[in-house]
């Protein structure tokens, strides 16, 4: 296994139109995967953040055509995808889910995102995912030839025992498609991100929509990668662009050895425990 890979941020502009959300997705990829190895989308790829719109945009896993794009696309591409995520249907309900595609085109993890976005800041912005989607209940490491890759979803970052037990299994990359918003995207994304990065000791990259000032929702953009120092090696701006940032997971281990600060947990007065 090499230590060291490139990940491709494919900051997209979204539209209303699935088709051109899913022919566009694919035409980012091609252009990403000539650069790198692994090739991330954002929260909400192939329709807009809209919880009204979620029932109309989903598919189901095996009957999906924007699925099947990312698939015959991981295969020409020879690359790792992980396919930000869409409005997966099942049996009557709807997951903001993520996936991620193997060079071979095979679905290799899936998350569906754990935490929903529930909020009503004041005179700013109220939102409720919960209204359209159902709840994920499983924590996703995916073990791949590049290193081992953690996925979470956009407010799942929030939630610092998530993380904590990605860690703990081993996660070097933690994926986050996410779309935060102009009232909470300026004061906390990116130090989010960066904290996640350095109090679990692996690298971060967080993938965000390109900013549409028409939009209903209006995401915030400024996808980051950041490394196990909490150093933001790559940051976007607000518009539509791709950002690549080497992976090198040597500095994994040697920043753990340096500041052991898993090994120094004091398990016998605390532990978190996954059920």
Known sequence: MENKFTVALCQMQVVRDKNENIKHATAMISEAASNSDMVILPEMWNCPYDVSLFPE????????????????????????IVAG??????????????????PQGEII???RKVHLFDIDVAGKISFKESQTITAGN??????????????CICYDMRFPELLRLMALEGAQLIVV?????????????????????????????????????NASYVAYGHSIVADPWGT???EAGKGE?????????????????ELPLLENRRSDLYQLIKK
């Open 241 to 257: 662009t791709i950002v690549y940032s080497d992976v090198d997971l040597s500095m994994i281990k040697k920043i753990t050895s």
């Open 109 to 111: 993890g899936v998350h």
């Open 85 to 102: 995520s869409i409005p997966e249907k099942q049996q009557g309900n709807i997951y903001n889910s993520s996936f991620l595609f193997n």
């Open 57 to 80: 945009y989903a598919e189901e896993r095996d009957n999906s055509p924007s699925l099947e794009a990312i698939s015959r696309a991981a295969i020409e591409e020879e690359v790792y």
């Open 177 to 213: 498609p996410g779309a935060f918003n102009m009232t909470t995207g300026p004061d906390h994304w990116k130090p989010l991100i960066q904290v996640r990065a350095l109090d679990n000791q692996v690298f971060m990259a967080a993938v965000s929509p390109a900013r549409d000032e």
């Open 138 to 151: 499983k924590i996703t490491v995916v073990d791949t030839d590049l290193g081992k890759i953690g996925i």
């Open 232 to 234: 933001v090696l790559k």
